[in-house]
């Protein structure tokens, strides 16, 4: 085993949830892990509603910098298979998950495209509160047994890509793109 294997099989021991863990804290974690994921939509739909231009051209950005990080994820996750931890019979598993390759993870992408997006592009503290609540999302799937730690690293540096890859078009696109969609919402 090599030591980036080594470390990531270390701190997430460190981090996973042992047997005499507290019910209350395994509770905790399962809504932080499994629910929080549903306030990205409530976000953007606010920030669509009552946002001005500049605000909702912020949103679709950031729907495109995740999709474009999760399009890169579903091509690691089918190029490299990386076992979760209970594949392994590593730590304790306290949700139940697909036996599927872990790195990087979904939901830890997602709070991290919509976050670094809004972070460095005009909603700095609502960039820091998503990513805030992503980084309690990627320490609950990781405490619940179902993530490794460089799982949750690889997702940020997706997401990372992802914003720098959308960032040079958004520029020139960016502004046809949101007048287009806000058009088509007045419609409706």
């Known amino acids: 085993m090599n030591s980036i294997e080594t470390l990531n099989q270390f701190l997430f021991l460190r981090l996973n949830a042992r047997a005499d863990t507290s019910q209350y804290l395994i509770i905790v974690a399962i809504v932080i892990a499994d629910l929080l994921i549903y306030l990205i939509p409530v976000l953007l739909l606010a920030i669509w509603v009552w946002g001005d231009s500049v605000k909702r051209s912020l949103a679709i950005k950031a729907c495109l910098v995740t999709l474009l990080a999760m399009a890169a994820t579903q091509v690691i996750l089918q190029v490299w298979q990386h076992p979760r931890p209970f594949m392994i019979g590593l730590g304790h598993t306290w ?4 036996a599927d390759s872990s790195f990087p993870s979904d939901h830890a992408t997602v ?3 919509i976050g670094l997006t809004l972070a460095l592009d005009g909603a700095r503290w609502l960039g820091i509160a998503t990513l805030a609540a992503g980084l309690a999302v990627a320490w609950a799937r990781i405490f619940l047994g179902v993530h490794f730690p460089l799982d949750m690293l690889g997702s940020l540096i997706v997401a990372a890509g992802s914003y720098l890859a959308v960032s040079p078009a958004w520029r020139r696109a960016g502004p046809i793109v ?7 919402y007045r419609m409706g």
């Open 95 to 98: 949700i139940p998950h697909a």
């Open 178 to 184: 949101t007048n287009l969609a806000q058009r088509i």
């Open 111 to 113: 709070f991290a495209g």
